[in-house]
């Protein structure tokens, strides 16, 4: 079946240094991706989606690129805090159920002071 | 500027009984869909609802799970004769109507994180 997947399990990242997360998808009909940071005890919080007819798209300290030659996706946190310990989470949907999100497992992401 | 809302943030259950979860979507949204979290896992779709109607129930167990979204009042969702697998962290997530915004974006409540003994 199709799938949502992410490359490493864990990230230890030394605070002031950037981050990145990567993602893999089965899906070539995924058409809107998305990624969602997960602290502990809370759930979900959006940082920054992207749709399958752009390659790059940049908020506050993130960027996301999308290979969809590879079905590859990244986050990119740049001078990565302490608060941006969490979990991190790709989704992304595809038609006709492009409201169903499908996760990946996680990444869960660890700054070193 | 509310955010989803999800009520209880932590129920306990024996075998047997019965769990009510609780959510109210961002203001003006129309759309609800509930999510389940195994942990160390991601969030699993288990289903979405408009107003008064089941759109998708593709990721809902057959049997003991239902959902509703009635026209007043928050959505719920109810397990019948809870066991020990039902323990999870439960989701809600709402977006807005289309014409609203993004309908694609779903933004999250803190979730019920349901214990069954």
């Known amino acids: 079946g199709e799938s949502v997947g992410l490359h490493l399990p864990t990230l230890s990242v030394q605070e002031g240094d950037n981050s990145i997360i990567n993602c893999a998808y089965s899906n070539s009909a995924s058409d809107y991706f998305i990624w969602y940071k997960q602290e502990s005890g809370k759930g979900p919080q959006f940082i920054i989606d992207?749709?399958?007819?752009?390659d790059k798209r940049q908020g506050q300290r993130v960027t996301v690129l999308l290979n969809k030659t590879v079905k590859h996706l990244s986050l990119q946190i740049a001078a990565t805090q302490p608060g941006d310990s969490a979990v991190y989470f790709c989704?992304?949907?595809?038609?006709?159920?492009?409201?169903?999100?499908?996760f990946g497992a996680g990444t869960t992401v660890t700054v070193r002071a | 500027n509310a955010g989803v809302m999800q009520n209880p943030r932590h129920l306990v259950r024996r075998r047997g009984q019965e769990a009510r979860l609780r959510c109210s979507p961002v203001?003006?949204?129309?759309?609800v869909y509930w999510y389940r979290q195994l942990p160390e896992e991601g969030l699993k779709f288990m289903v979405y609802l408009q107003k008064e109607n089941i759109i998708d129930e593709s990721g809902m167990p057959k049997e003991r799970f239902s959902a509703e979204f009635p026209k007043e009042g928050p959505s719920i969702l109810r397990i019948q004769q809870v066991v020990r697998g039902d323990s999870a962290a439960y989701f809600c997530?709402?977006?807005?109507?289309?014409?609203?915004?993004?309908?694609?974006?779903?933004?999250f409540g803190p979730g019920t994180r349901l214990t069954v003994l």
């Open positions: 203001k003006g949204h129309s759309h």
């Open positions: 992207i749709r399958s007819n752009m």
């Open positions: 997530a709402s977006s807005p109507p289309l014409g609203q915004g993004n309908t694609d974006t779903q933004y």
């Open positions: 989704a992304e949907n595809s038609p006709p159920n492009d409201y169903k999100l499908s």
